[in-house]
């Protein structure tokens, strides 16, 4: 029960960074997109939904690893992304170009390390 309340607040912050990040307008979405700004070491942070295939999740790790861009894992669905996002369609990944003022890496990290 505790552990439900943990993973749904922490849902809950990340769905409010994405907004602000968001309203910056300095992301991409799309598998494709997000592979071009890795590629040119644009994306500063990946994004990648549960029901993104393995294929493609390997993949943009892989540049995003030899990019040295960070990649974060979301727990929820690509249709919680896409209306995290506030698109009214699916997103399986999204990669964040400019982070502005939100502090989206840190905190994406620091969750990620928690687990």
């Not at 968001?22 to 592979?35: A, D, E, F, I, P």
């Not at 699916?90 to 982070?99: H, K």
């Amino acid at each position: 029960m505790v552990a439900a309340k943990k993973m749904k607040k922490s849902l809950e912050s990340i769905n409010s960074r994405l907004r602000l990040v968001m309203k910056g307008r300095k992301y991409v979405l799309g598998y494709k997109w997000t592979l071009k700004m890795i590629r040119q070491s644009k994306a500063k942070l990946v994004i990648l939904a549960n029901h993104c295939p393995a294929l493609r999740k390997f993949q943009i790790e892989h540049y995003a690893m030899l990019a040295k861009t960070g990649v974060h894992h979301y727990n929820g669905n690509n249709i919680k992304l896409g209306t995290a996002c506030r698109k009214y369609y699916r997103v399986c990944t999204l990669a964040i170009i400019d982070l502005g003022d939100s502090d989206t890496s840190r905190s994406m990290t620091e969750q990620t390390d928690e687990k």
